[in-house]
Structure formats: structure tokens, C-alpha cells
């Protein structure tokens, strides 16, 4: 897979749309649905950065990360479906986890649906924890368990 970081917030808005299609129909829809090419212009304007990765080729996966004053965060972690299960989120994860070294940040976070056990079991598998449970309440009254899931990087 080769990765390119980019500002085109079309092929991320496309990337993150084909991979969140699933959460659609589920009992509390992502909120990544809802997101618009302005909306993710505006976050990249603010310090936001997207990562594509390309099979030969083709789009096929997409992260957002953006450092803080003492972590780097990311969110939006796409796989088209087609490309699901061969490891591209691993491959994809590795590049903002270097970003954050090169940048002495010592640690890296997410927030993870915890009614998705598969995503859990992939951040674990590559040595995430999880450092607090929460509910978060939508806009809309839903309700939803969240986790944030953390690494701590290691310089040199």
C-alpha cells in the first residue's frame, strides 16, 4: 500500500462514506455520515491532517489525525470494503504513530464504538488500551458506549 498525505477533502469524505456505510442501519448511526467536504475542509484548515492509502492505485483507505499539546489524536480510521481484512489499518495506523515520534509526542489515542468488538480487537492487537470507558449522548438523545483507547509510543 502506498500512503500520501493529502488535502482533498472529496476523496477523504468518499474513503470514510464507503467504509462507515455499515453503522447506517445501526441502532445509533456514526456520526461520520453526517459529515460534508466543508466540514472536513475546515477541520484541515485547523490543523487536521488525512492520510490516504492506495492500492495499486485505487483509494482504498483513510485516517485523520491531528497532534495536541501532549498526544496525537486521530479519528475516521476507513477501509473501503472491498480492502477490509487484509491488513490495511495496521499498515495506515503505523504512519501517525512515526508522525508523533518525529514530533516527540510520547502518546497516541482514539475514541472506539464499544458495540464494534472487531475494531477493539485491532487497536488491542496492536498494543492499544483502553483508558476510559464512557457514554456519550448524540445531539439526538442516543445514547452510545465509547472507549478511548491509548498506545504510548517509544522513542529511538
Known sequence: MQMQLTKNADSVLSIMLQAFAEYRVQEVPSSALDETVELITEKMQNGELALIGHVAGQEAAMVRFKLES???????????????????????????????????????????????????????????SISKEETVTKPTGEKLQVATMFKVLHFG
Open 70 to 128: 501532549d498526544y496525537l489524536y486521530y479519528s475516521r480510521l476507513s477501509v473501503i470494503p472491498g480492502y477490509q481484512g487484509k491488513g490495511l489499518a495496521k499498515k495506515l495506523l503505523a504512519f501517525p504513530e512515526q508522525y508523533a515520534v518525529q514530533h516527540s509526542i510520547p502518546e497516541i489515542r482514539c475514541k472506539v464504538r464499544m458495540n464494534v468488538p472487531r475494531n477493539m480487537m485491532l487497536y488491542e492487537s496492536i498494543g492499544y
